[in-house]
């Protein structure tokens, strides 16, 4: 049974920052990349930061300079370190994981809150 299991989410003072970990079990297929999203209420889910290899790491625009992803292969986990964080990052955030084998399986975490006050 695959499963990601996430971490470190919960409540911080505006300029304040948190650790994300995402956990990976039960994929016997090389993980392709592993990923962070969040969805804020009302709103869509969005790409935070995306690590599919050292070369190629994706961040969306509105967290440049202040989030890191990082990713430990051997275990299967990726971080999401967060700084400088702002009450428009209040969300929950998702951990994915994208599987190409031949069939590509693209799987989600339960979702972890983070709450930035102002």
């Known amino acids: 049974q695959v499963q990601l299991v996430e971490s470190g989410g919960g409540l911080v003072q505006a300029g304040g920052s948190l650790r994300l970990s995402c956990a990976a079990s039960?994929?016997?297929?090389?993980?392709?990349?592993m990923g962070w999203y969040r969805q804020a209420p009302g709103k869509q889910r969005e790409l935070v930061a995306l690590?599919?290899?050292?070369?190629?790491?994706n961040y969306a625009d509105s967290v440049k300079g202040r989030f890191t992803i990082s990713r430990d292969n051997a275990k299967n986990t990726v971080y999401l370190q967060m700084n400088s964080l702002k009450p428009e990052d209040t969300a929950v955030y998702y951990c994915?994981?994208?599987?190409?084998?031949?069939?590509?399986?693209?799987?989600w975490g339960q979702g972890t809150q983070v709450t930035v006050s102002s």
């Open positions: 690590h599919t290899s050292a070369d190629n790491i």
């Open positions: 039960g994929i016997i297929f090389p993980i392709n990349a």
């Open positions: 994915n994981a994208v599987v190409n084998a031949v069939v590509v399986f693209n799987y």
